[in-house]
């Protein structure tokens, strides 16, 4: 018999399950590569968005790389918020996530491309406007072109690093389900995951990075920069008969005994006989603690005649004993050279450093500093005693405060004080601020009707409130509107602040707003280039001091000719 029975197809009509199963199939090491490196759509939604913020105008103006940085590390908030955002709304509507259409990809992709050229194009306006603002003329066009992708790396990067966190974590819980439940093992294996990084980070990462940048910092500061030399003054710390050995000082501490005006200088600029200023210092190498380097400070300042001076400075410096020249120079032409100025330093690391790192360092130098300082004054009969000034800046500001407990402290205990560029963590800076007047505003505060404290963004002009009398001992902050030292705070990342709702300042743009995360890594962003613009804007004080000076001093027969020189003499660091 014949069997008609049809066979099997040949290999064309094959089924279309049997091919597929035939079909080769992605190796595990393949599948985890795309999935790590896939997306959601909310979380590029956010990521969007918060890249499209990060355009928004900040304090300073800012280059092609930070612009990219910026974008970046916004651009991975925005993701994760997205992330976050859409993991909530399915545990509300209760159920598991779904693939999108392609046309929602589709139309992510066109709004992306609109609203980051747009964005992207007013950012680049923004920026122009605030260089004008500040007098910046230096622009990097292609750096500027460049900062998208910049954005890009970033953010793949910061996505790349929390999906390996994400993937510790299911590794440690699936370890841990074999000893105890699912619901014990994600709550375990998160606490621990969390540790672990928060200990990478605060430990490993930055403990171990203060610590290279402190030994570093720690050999540089045994060397002397260019052209300073000995002082032959015995009027100086490190100069003959000094107590303080010049090699001690430090490379701050020896820039500032080495430099600053002369008897001629001053002379000079008076039109009268002037004597030749005195300056005390003592370095990290001078002493083991932050008290017994303010007694040897004091000491060569009463072996030099300190306290027989018509007008004593006591200073906090920054960072690694870093004492700004302009306000010691001035201080000590409107003075007529009749003056004393004494400091003392407490870190290696350089002033952006030591603002996150070394406050309470800060803190226990500018306290022991008055201290020392005070004690031997009040012990002077009343009649002999010099004006006792006390300033800083920066850092120095928040040491410089931690000697007084309010307002009628510095009133009662010194003759004048001016401290510049404070931290917005500034205990004293921060009541008088927060406890302003009715009706003034927060970039330009006005305490108890200007008694005692006042404020200023430009001192050249009327100090508010004008109209009020300032007798007495007075107490000057100065602050440019633009400066982020002086703005920034974590509160930065959850409430808006009132200087950008009032009126912001008139070196800073009109447009810009507070943005949730956005506006607290801008900020955060300005702080290390603070002091990179012209004098008058972000940290840079330089000429104010000549105003600022000038109020709280009072000398007498300064005209505004004068003042005006001096400007010119200050502004060119002679």
């Given amino acids: 018999m014949v069997d008609n029975t049809p066979g099997p197809p040949a290999g064309p009509s094959r089924s279309a399950d049997a091919a597929a199963a035939d079909a080769p199939r992605p190796s595990p090491r393949s599948r985890k590569r795309r999935k790590l490196l896939s997306v959601t759509l909310p979380g590029c939604w956010g990521a969007l ?8 105008p900040s304090l300073l103006p800012r280059g092609g790389i930070l612009q990219g940085l910026i974008c970046g590390i916004n651009a991975a908030l925005g993701y994760g918020a997205g992330v976050l955002a859409a993991w909530v709304w399915r545990a509300f509507a209760d159920r ?12 992510f992709f066109l709004s992306a491309a609109i609203l980051f050229g747009l964005f992207f194009g007013f950012g680049q306006y923004w920026q122009h406007e605030i260089r004008r603002l500040m007098g910046v003329t230096h622009y990097n ?37 074999r000893w105890i439940g699912p619901r014990a093992a994600t709550a375990v294996g998160w606490t621990l995951v969390a540790g672990l990084v928060w200990a990478v980070v605060t430990g490993l990462l930055l403990n171990g990075f203060v610590g290279v940048a402190n030994k570093a910092f720690s050999v540089r500061d045994t060397t002397t920069e260019e052209g ?10 490190g100069g003959p008969g000094s107590l303080v050995p010049w090699d001690s000082l430090g490379r701050q501490g020896r820039n500032f005994t080495a430099t600053g005006p002369s008897a001629n200088d001053i002379a000079s600029f008076t039109g009268r006989p002037a004597r030749a200023p005195i300056r005390s210092y003592a370095g990290l190498a001078s002493a083991g603690s932050a008290e017994s380097r303010a007694a040897e400070a004091v000491a060569d300042l009463t072996r030099q005649g300190g306290f ?3 007008n004593l400075l006591v200073v906090t410096t920054t960072g690694s004993g870093w004492v700004d020249p302009a306000a010691v120079d001035t201080f000590e032409y409107l003075s007529g050279g009749d003056s004393a100025t004494v400091a003392i330093q407490y870190s290696y690391l350089p ?5 996150l790192v070394d406050q309470t ?71 008088f601020s927060d406890r302003r007047d009715a009706g003034s505003p927060e970039v330009l505060p ?39 030292i002086v703005w920034w705070s974590p509160r930065l990342v959850h409430s808006a602040p009132d200087w950008i709702g009032q009126h912001p300042g008139e070196d800073v743009l009109k447009q810009m707003v507070w943005l949730p995360f956005v506006t607290f890594w801008q900020v955060t962003a300005d702080l290390p280039f603070s002091t990179d613009v012209p004098g008058g804007h972000g940290h840079t004080y330089i000429t104010e001091y000549v105003d600022a000076w000038n109020s709280v001093l009072r000398p007498a027969d300064v005209t505004a000719q004068d003042l005006d020189r001096l400007k010119d003499i200050i502004a060119s660091g002679k």
């Fill in 228 to 237: 300073v030399r000995q002082p032959s003054s015995s009027l100086r710390s």
């Fill in 361 to 431: 360092k800060a803190r226990e130098a500018g306290r022991a500093l008055f201290d020392a300082v005070y004690d031997d004054w009040s012990k002077l009969p009343p009649g002999d005693r010099p004006r006792l000034f006390v300033a800083g800046e920066s850092l120095g500001s928040f040491g410089g405060e931690t000697a007084f407990s309010g307002e009628y402290d510095l009133r009662n205990r010194t003759d004048g004080t001016l401290f510049a560029g404070p931290p917005a963590f500034n205990t004293l800076f921060r009541e």
């Fill in 96 to 107: 598991e996530p779904r693939p999108p259409h392609p046309r929602s990809w589709a139309a």
């Fill in 446 to 484: 006005e305490y108890k009707e200007g008694r005692t404290v006042r404020f200023a963004n430009d001192p050249a002009t009327a100090i508010p409130p004008a109209n009020r009398p300032w007798k007495d001992s007075r107490v000057l902050y100065l602050m440019h509107p633009s400066d982020p």
């Fill in 351 to 355: 002033s952006w450093l030591s603002y």
């Fill in 308 to 310: 027989r001076r018509e």
């Fill in 141 to 177: 066009i292609p750096l500027a072109v460049v900062s998208p992708l910049i954005a890009a790396l970033v953010f793949c990067l910061l996505l790349l690093t929390a999906r390996g966190i994400r993937g510790l974590y299911r590794r440690l819980k699936g370890l841990l389900r």
């Fill in 49 to 56: 968005l918060f890249a499209c913020l990060s355009y928004t």
